[in-house]
Protein backbone atom coordinates (compact mmCIF):
# COMPACT_ATOMS: atom_id res chain seq x y z
CA UNK A 1 0.00 0.00 0.00
CA UNK A 2 1.02 3.36 -0.73
CA UNK A 3 0.75 6.38 0.91
CA UNK A 4 -0.70 9.91 -0.16
CA UNK A 5 2.83 12.59 -0.82
CA UNK A 6 3.05 16.05 -0.13
CA UNK A 7 1.85 16.92 -3.69
CA UNK A 8 -1.51 14.92 -3.24
CA UNK A 9 -1.80 17.39 0.22
CA UNK A 10 -0.75 20.30 -1.05
CA UNK A 11 -3.33 19.97 -4.25
CA UNK A 12 -6.32 18.99 -2.06
CA UNK A 13 -5.90 21.75 0.42
CA UNK A 14 -5.41 24.24 -3.02
CA UNK A 15 -8.52 22.83 -4.33
CA UNK A 16 -10.38 22.53 -1.06
CA UNK A 17 -9.50 26.43 -0.45
CA UNK A 18 -10.63 27.58 -3.42
CA UNK A 19 -13.74 25.21 -3.13
CA UNK A 20 -13.30 23.34 -6.22
CA UNK A 21 -14.32 20.13 -4.40
CA UNK A 22 -15.23 17.90 -7.78
CA UNK A 23 -11.46 18.52 -8.40
CA UNK A 24 -10.48 17.68 -5.51
CA UNK A 25 -12.46 14.15 -5.52
CA UNK A 26 -10.78 13.22 -8.34
CA UNK A 27 -7.55 13.92 -6.99
CA UNK A 28 -8.69 10.87 -4.53
CA UNK A 29 -9.89 9.13 -7.22
CA UNK A 30 -6.61 8.84 -8.73
CA UNK A 31 -5.02 7.86 -5.68
CA UNK A 32 -7.02 5.27 -4.87
CA UNK A 33 -6.78 3.95 -8.42
CA UNK A 34 -3.09 4.12 -8.31
CA UNK A 35 -3.41 1.53 -5.11
CA UNK A 36 -2.31 4.79 -2.68
CA UNK A 37 -4.24 5.17 0.53
CA UNK A 38 -5.06 7.72 2.31
CA UNK A 39 -3.48 8.63 6.03
CA UNK A 40 -4.88 10.25 8.78
CA UNK A 41 -3.82 13.80 7.13
CA UNK A 42 -4.71 13.96 3.86
CA UNK A 43 -8.63 12.11 5.40
CA UNK A 44 -8.39 15.27 7.43
CA UNK A 45 -7.71 17.80 5.02
CA UNK A 46 -10.26 16.82 2.57
CA UNK A 47 -12.67 16.64 5.39
CA UNK A 48 -11.60 20.31 6.55
CA UNK A 49 -12.19 21.36 2.41
CA UNK A 50 -15.33 19.75 2.48
CA UNK A 51 -16.91 21.28 5.54
CA UNK A 52 -15.45 24.83 4.02
CA UNK A 53 -17.05 24.37 1.47
CA UNK A 54 -20.27 23.08 3.26
CA UNK A 55 -20.40 19.47 1.70
CA UNK A 56 -21.07 18.07 4.91
CA UNK A 57 -22.79 14.97 3.62
CA UNK A 58 -19.50 14.24 1.64
CA UNK A 59 -17.55 14.91 4.55
CA UNK A 60 -19.54 12.77 6.64
CA UNK A 61 -19.20 9.90 4.58
CA UNK A 62 -15.40 10.41 4.72
CA UNK A 63 -15.60 10.25 9.12
CA UNK A 64 -17.15 7.19 8.31
CA UNK A 65 -14.57 5.53 6.28
CA UNK A 66 -11.93 7.33 8.62
CA UNK A 67 -13.67 5.46 11.72
CA UNK A 68 -14.40 1.65 9.20
CA UNK A 69 -10.31 1.96 9.34
CA UNK A 70 -9.84 2.82 12.69
CA UNK A 71 -8.03 5.84 12.36
CA UNK A 72 -7.30 8.16 15.29
CA UNK A 73 -8.52 11.27 15.13
CA UNK A 74 -7.88 14.53 16.69
CA UNK A 75 -10.04 16.81 19.17
CA UNK A 76 -9.52 19.85 16.57
CA UNK A 77 -11.35 17.64 13.44
CA UNK A 78 -14.05 16.38 15.91
CA UNK A 79 -14.96 19.51 16.76
CA UNK A 80 -15.00 21.09 13.93
CA UNK A 81 -17.36 18.22 12.17
CA UNK A 82 -19.70 18.89 15.28
CA UNK A 83 -19.96 22.76 14.42
CA UNK A 84 -20.33 21.69 10.88
CA UNK A 85 -23.05 19.00 11.22
CA UNK A 86 -24.83 21.17 13.68
CA UNK A 87 -24.39 24.46 11.41
CA UNK A 88 -26.22 22.15 8.76
CA UNK A 89 -29.08 20.93 11.41
CA UNK A 90 -27.92 17.59 11.21
CA UNK A 91 -28.36 16.27 14.34
CA UNK A 92 -27.82 12.68 14.07
CA UNK A 93 -24.96 13.43 12.71
CA UNK A 94 -23.40 15.19 15.80
CA UNK A 95 -24.76 12.85 18.28
CA UNK A 96 -23.25 10.13 15.60
CA UNK A 97 -19.41 12.13 15.97
CA UNK A 98 -20.43 12.26 19.85
CA UNK A 99 -20.46 8.66 20.49
CA UNK A 100 -17.77 7.81 18.71
CA UNK A 101 -15.91 10.55 20.29
CA UNK A 102 -16.79 8.76 23.91
CA UNK A 103 -16.43 5.38 22.36
CA UNK A 104 -13.33 5.30 20.46
CA UNK A 105 -11.56 8.16 21.49
CA UNK A 106 -12.68 7.53 25.13
CA UNK A 107 -12.82 11.35 25.61
CA UNK A 108 -15.22 11.94 28.90
CA UNK A 109 -18.62 12.28 28.04
CA UNK A 110 -18.39 15.57 30.22
CA UNK A 111 -16.00 17.02 27.77
CA UNK A 112 -18.16 15.84 24.48
CA UNK A 113 -20.96 18.01 26.18
CA UNK A 114 -19.15 20.59 26.52
CA UNK A 115 -18.19 20.59 23.06
CA UNK A 116 -21.46 20.02 21.03
CA UNK A 117 -22.75 22.65 23.52
CA UNK A 118 -20.06 24.92 22.01
CA UNK A 119 -20.61 23.58 18.45
CA UNK A 120 -24.44 24.16 19.12
CA UNK A 121 -24.38 27.67 20.19
CA UNK A 122 -21.44 29.13 17.64
CA UNK A 123 -24.31 28.14 15.06
CA UNK A 124 -27.37 29.66 16.64
CA UNK A 125 -29.08 26.53 17.73
CA UNK A 126 -29.91 27.63 21.04
CA UNK A 127 -33.07 24.71 20.90
CA UNK A 128 -30.85 22.05 20.64
CA UNK A 129 -28.11 23.77 22.86
CA UNK A 130 -30.90 24.09 25.84
CA UNK A 131 -31.99 20.42 25.34
CA UNK A 132 -28.36 19.21 25.09
CA UNK A 133 -28.58 20.52 28.33
CA UNK A 134 -31.64 18.78 29.56
CA UNK A 135 -29.71 15.66 28.86
CA UNK A 136 -27.02 16.54 30.80
CA UNK A 137 -29.26 17.49 33.54
CA UNK A 138 -30.99 13.97 33.04
CA UNK A 139 -27.54 12.17 32.81
CA UNK A 140 -26.96 13.91 35.88
CA UNK A 141 -23.95 15.50 34.83
CA UNK A 142 -23.33 18.83 35.77
CA UNK A 143 -22.75 22.34 34.08
CA UNK A 144 -19.01 23.85 34.51
CA UNK A 145 -18.58 27.67 34.44
CA UNK A 146 -16.89 27.34 30.84
CA UNK A 147 -20.22 25.77 29.45
CA UNK A 148 -22.66 28.65 31.45
CA UNK A 149 -20.33 31.29 29.74
CA UNK A 150 -20.52 29.28 26.18
CA UNK A 151 -24.72 29.55 26.53
CA UNK A 152 -25.38 33.34 27.86
CA UNK A 153 -22.47 33.49 24.45
CA UNK A 154 -24.91 31.60 22.46
CA UNK A 155 -28.09 33.44 23.83
CA UNK A 156 -26.32 37.05 23.41
CA UNK A 157 -25.42 35.92 19.82
CA UNK A 158 -29.42 35.36 18.78
CA UNK A 159 -30.53 38.41 21.03
CA UNK A 160 -31.59 36.26 23.94
CA UNK A 161 -29.79 38.29 26.51
CA UNK A 162 -33.08 38.57 28.66
CA UNK A 163 -33.27 34.64 28.80
CA UNK A 164 -29.39 34.70 29.28
CA UNK A 165 -30.17 36.54 32.50
Not at 83 to 108: H, K, N, P, Y
Not at 129 to 138: H, M, Q, R, T, V
Request: proline content about 1%; hydrophobic content about 45%.
Amino acid sequence: MIVSTGREYGLIVHYGKAKLIGKALLIIEKMWKSSCELDVAAYMILIRSLYNAQKTDIGLEFYKEMVHKEMRLDMSLYELLLTCLAGCGDIAGVQLVADDMIRRSQILERNVFSCMLKSFCIVERIREALELICDLNYKKLTLEPNDFETLVKGLCRVDKITDAA
